[in-house]
């Protein structure tokens, strides 16, 4: 046990830990909407409640089906997934040609509706969610006590992000996706089917926030507004990253999670603002964000 | 953006006023009429919630700034001005003009922050300030944290009109109303207001035509965060009350649907949509968590098939303006 600028090295590298957790769901949700808004040119504010669906179906799964943490990884994002790729074909996709504004009323809308469906049956309190017995316990790292299910949110959700940029950016699919980014007039003249390339990406972005509901379940409780908790930080990491770069919105999630996660070590009555405070300078010195393009 | 076939807002086109005039006077009627029949703090509260919604409409009606975070200005004006009354002891007008001078003074540093970003990053940005101002509202004593300021006293007008009265509050609260409408509508309809919709318009344009368009933005923030500023101060002293729901994001998005379903960029909307929706929570507030999830379903079914509110669509039928 030693102290780093007199804080004990136990409750610094906690609290470090704690943050690269935020981090990873940060850069998680803050990834899909960055995918959703390349692609669809709207703003998912739905994405918070999606993410309160995936670890919902986690649990739902557990108590109706007895299916437990490894099937509802899988499963849980592809049913979330399905109902964004639904909410896309009967309610988005008229959106497309309005103001961008309508776009996130919408969202808007739908994760006014899937929260209050939420509270209306479970409450506001949350519903525990078991650790995965083959994760449960942890390794004594001399200065820190790793608990295996954080090491493992953090690494899964570092595969996962850096999987997505590597599809987006080096592969054929990504090629295309990107082109028809750019120009979806021209890249359907090439034959390839740009609104289902949309319906399909708007799925996958839901899915990605699904997932991290997953993981976010044995942490915190499963609760109805955790979506709406951590959407709006995540909305403060998407400015201060900008949407405009996959590795961007990584890497400023996981650094926003980390510097708040050390806010609670050194100063933490600020805590739960210092993201806000952070975007606040950064559009102040950069208005286009760390990684955005000047338009 | 260039390529957007339904921009949001009031179309262009200037047709005689008459209509308006005549829309004007029945609203005015109704106000002198209304508390006969119904339950005056209901209308107090509508019309607070409605000059609430001129005030954001202000913003998303004629200058295409979708904000998401009016609550931060509603909220602290009415923690402001409760303050102001209930420690201060200041008299009810200067109570509520401290509120509104705060709410000013917060409007201008959020605004000169949200305005350097364009379209849903400035939606997000002011809906991510007013989320870090409702954490402060939590944290700060003066607010009272949970409990919010409680017994807030309404006291003597210029020290001559007992406001405990609530027919006397009523008609503070109509005047407030009514000045601040008709000052809302000389914004709209002055040069400065034309400006304003040339921006929503096509902003590079009128940059090309030498308006600072900044500046005009930033001027428009600040008189759309002192008027709902005034509208959470005078809330305030009718409900006695500051509390963090005035805060929250939920206010910001109510504000939002008011102003959706009256009609967004209209002169009659925001005041159509805060008494409908208020009349709505009032009905069903019986049903606990459902409201939420009707005003959701509000919230589509406006975007997807009914965009130009319930003023909007009227005006349209009968071809006129409101």
Same mark, same amino acid.
């Given at each position: 046990?030693?102290?780093?600028? !007199? ?19 940060? +850069? ?5 909407? +960055? ?23 986690a649990?739902?799964?557990l108590?109706?089906?007895g299916l437990g943490y490894w099937p509802a990884l ?41 929260? %209050? ?11 525990p969610y078991q650790l995965p017995p083959s994760l449960s316990g942890g ?8 608990p295996n299910y954080r +090491?493992w949110?953090?690494? #899964? ?23 028809? #980014?750019?120009?979806?007039?021209? $890249? ?10 949309? #319906? ?6 839901? %899915? ?9 379940a044995p ?14 930080? $995540? ?5 201060? %990253? ?14 926003? !999670? ?29 208005? +286009? ?7 | ?9 009031? *179309? ?22 209304? *508390?006969?029949?119904?339950? *005056? ?26 904000? =998401? ?22 008299? *009810?007008?200067?109570? /509520? ?51 919010? /300021? ?25 005047? /407030? ?128 098939? =009914? ?16």
């Amino acid at each position: 046990m030693f102290e780093i600028f !007199g804080i004990p090295s136990q409750a610094l590298f906690g609290q470090l830990l704690i943050g690269l957790i935020n981090g990873s769901f940060y +850069a998680l949700l803050s990834l899909g909407l +960055a995918v959703i808004f390349g692609m669809l040119n709207i703003i998912n504010f739905t994405h918070g409640a999606q993410y309160m669906l995936g670890a919902f179906a986690a649990y739902l799964l557990l108590q109706l089906t007895g299916l437990g943490y490894w099937p509802a990884l899988v499963i849980a994002p592809i049913l979330v997934g399905l109902s964004g790729i639904v909410i896309e074909r009967t309610m988005l996709q008229w959106l497309y040609k309005l103001d961008h504004l309508y776009g996130l009323l919408l969202t808007f809308g739908i994760a006014l509706i899937l929260e %209050g469906v939420f509270r209306n049956y479970y409450g506001s309190s949350g519903q525990p969610y078991q650790l995965p017995p083959s994760l449960s316990g942890g390794q004594n790292l001399g200065f820190m006590f790793l608990p295996n299910y954080r +090491a493992w949110v953090v690494v #899964t959700s570092l595969v996962v992000c850096f999987g997505t940029w590597f599809v987006i950016e080096k592969t054929r699919l990504g090629a295309n996706l990107r082109a028809a #980014t750019e120009n979806p007039t021209l $890249v359907r003249a090439f034959g390839i089917n740009v609104p289902r390339m949309i #319906t399909l990406t708007y799925g996958f972005g839901v %899915g990605l926030a699904a997932l991290a509901g997953v993981m976010a379940a044995p942490i915190y409780n499963v609760s109805p507004q955790m979506g709406s908790d951590i959407i709006i930080v $995540v909305f403060a990491v998407v400015v201060i %990253g900008g949407m405009g770069s996959i590795l961007g919105a990584i890497l400023t999630g996981f650094g926003l !999670g980390v510097i708040e996660g050390l806010t609670k070590v050194f100063f933490p009555e600020a805590s739960n603002t210092v993201i806000f405070v952070i975007m606040a300078v950064v559009l102040l010195i950069r208005p +286009a964000g760390l990684f955005g393009r000047t338009a | 953006m260039a390529n957007v076939a339904e921009p949001i807002g009031a *179309p262009l086109v200037r047709a005689s006023a008459w209509s308006e005039t005549i829309a004007f006077v029945i609203m005015a009627g109704f106000f002198i009429v209304a *508390p006969v029949f119904i339950y *005056p703090v209901f209308l107090m509260k509508a019309l607070c919630f409605a000059l609430f919604a001129l005030a954001f409409n202000l913003l998303i009606g004629y200058v295409g700034l979708l904000s =998401f975070g009016h609550a931060l200005f509603f909220g602290w004006a009415a923690y402001v001005s409760a303050h102001a009354a209930k420690v201060w002891h200041l008299p *009810p007008e200067l109570a /509520i003009l401290t509120g509104t001078a705060a709410a000013a003074v917060l409007g201008l540093v959020t605004g000169a922050l949200a305005i350097r970003r364009q379209g849903i990053y400035f939606a997000m940005i002011t809906l991510a300030l007013a989320q870090m101002m409702y954490f402060f509202a939590l944290q700060v004593p003066f607010t009272g944290g949970e409990d919010g /300021i409680q017994g807030v006293p309404r006291g003597f007008l210029f020290g001559l009109f007992d406001l405990s009265n609530t027919m006397t509050m009523y008609a503070l609260v109509v005047v /407030i109303f009514i000045a601040s409408f008709l000052f809302v509508y000389r914004i709209i309809h002055s040069p400065f207001g034309e400006v304003l919709k040339a921006i929503r318009e096509n902003e590079n344009r009128a940059i090309s035509l030498g308006y600072k368009t900044e500046r005009y933005k930033l001027v428009a923030f600040v008189l759309s965060a002192s008027l709902a500023g005034l509208a959470g101060a005078v809330k305030a002293l009718v409900f006695q009350l500051a509390s963090l729901t005035d805060v929250h994001w939920t206010m910001s998005g109510e504000v939002v649907l008011m102003t959706l379903v009256g009609g967004l960029g209209t002169v009659f909307g925001p005041v159509v949509g805060a008494f409908v929706i208020g009349a709505m929570q009032n009905y069903l507030a019986g049903f606990g968590q459902w409201v939420t999830v009707i005003q959701g379903v509000i919230f589509v079914i406006c975007v997807l098939l =009914f965009r130009r509110g319930i003023v909007g669509e009227i005006a349209h039928l009968l071809r006129i303006r409101l």
